[in-house]
C-alpha cells in the first residue's frame, strides 16, 4: 500500500479483550522496574530468567499475528524480525517527550513500531494521549485492543503526555529488517540454557534481583528512599504479608531484618484473617492475587470449596509482626503516594474480596500454569530446531 510522507496506521480491535486481561495478569504479577521514570517492563528475557518461561506462551500468537500485520501494512512480507516484545506500564508522572525510536546509535536497527493498547484511556488511566509531530492521524487516545503501528524513523515523530493517574499497560514491539537483530534466537539460546525443560520444573517465580523491584523516590540510587513494587501491589489491594522468617530478638524486642523476607516463604493476610497456605516468596504470592485480580468475575465457589482450617484470626502477636512488617517496608503514607494509587472506583483497595474465591483462584492458577508449561514443553523442541518462538498445531505435535 502507498504511503505518504508517514507511514503509520491505527487499527482499532485488533487483539481480544481477554488477551488484554491475560498480559495485564502477566505484567502485574512479573513487571520489574523500567528504563524511565515511573515505568515497568516485562521482557520475555525476564519470563525465562525467573523460572516463569511458560508465561511465554500467551505472546507466541499474538507476536505472530502482528508481524503479519506489520508487514502486511508496509509490503514487506516475510523480511522482518521481531527485535524486542515487551509489556511496558506507564504510571503516574510518566511521559515521553517528541521522539523517533530509532533515535540512539544503538536503535538503529528498528525499522517498525507496533504497539497494542491492553488498557482503556478515561477507565484504567488517565492522561497518557500519544500524539504524532506532523502528519494525519495526528492523535490516539489508547483502548484496549487498538494497535498502532508506524515506520521507526523520524517520519514518524511522537510523543506520549503524562500519565495524571492510574497505570497505562501496553505491549511494544520493534521490528527490525536485520537479522542479526532477532529476537528469538537469543531467546532459544536462554532456554536451551534454562533447566525449564523437564515436566517436573516446579513453574514458581523466582525472584530476580531485588533492585530490579526497587522504585526509588530519589534520583540517586543510593539513597534507600523507595519500596518494593510487588509489595507496593499487594498493600495497594489490601493484602499483608506474615512471616516469622527474618525475625530476630535484640533484648527481647523482635526486629524484622528486612533484606531477604521477600525472597523466602510467606503468609498472605488481610484484615484480621491469616490465609494458611504459605507462599515460595513474594512473587508467587503476588502472581496468585494478580490471578485472584484477573478471574474473580468467572470463579466458581462450591460449598467444598476451602476447608475450615484454611482461614485464621490473626492473634495479637501475628498482628504485631503484620504490623512491623508494613512499617519496615512501606508507610502508610507512603502507600497513598504510591504510583499504583489509582482514583478510578473499583481500582482501589476497597474491592470486594472473599477468601474461598481466592482459594479457587490458587487452584485454578496451577491448573493455568500446568496447561500452558505443558504447551511450553511440546513447543521448545521445534523453538530450538528452527531458532524461532512460533505456534505449532496440535496435529504437528501429535505426529
Ligand atoms: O506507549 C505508547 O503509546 C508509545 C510509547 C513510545 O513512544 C515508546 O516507547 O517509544
Ligand atoms: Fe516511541
Known sequence: MAFNEHPRRIIRNFIPVQVCKELEFIHKSNCTVGYRPNVFSTTLSHLIATNCAHLIMPFIPIREKLKEKVEEVFDCEYELFVEFTGLISWNKGASIGWHSDDNRPYLKQRDFTAVCYLNSYGQDFTGGMFHFQDGEPANYLPMAGDLVVYSADNHNIHCVDEITDGERLTLTLWFSRNSSFDEDAKLVSLLAQSNLDNESASCIPLPAPSNMYWFSLDQDFDNQRGYDICLARLFFLGFDIYTTQGRTCISEKHLIESSDVLIKPLKLAREDKLYGREFANLLHALQVVQFYVWKRPILQISEDTMD???????????????????????????????????????????????????????????????????QFLMHLPFWKDYRSLFSVCSSVIEE
Open 308 to 374: 475450615s482450617g484454611t482461614i485464621t484470626l490473626l492473634s495479637e502477636e501475628q498482628k504485631e509482626v503484620v504490623r512491623e512488617l508494613r512499617s519496615v517496608f512501606l508507610t502508610a503514607n507512603q502507600l497513598d503516594n504510591t504510583i499504583f494509587c489509582d482514583s478510578s472506583p473499583g481500582k482501589s483497595r476497597e474491592f470486594h474480596f472473599d477468601w474461598a474465591c481466592f482459594s479457587v483462584a490458587e487452584t485454578s492458577l496451577e491448573e493455568y500454569t500446568l496447561e500452558l508449561h505443558k
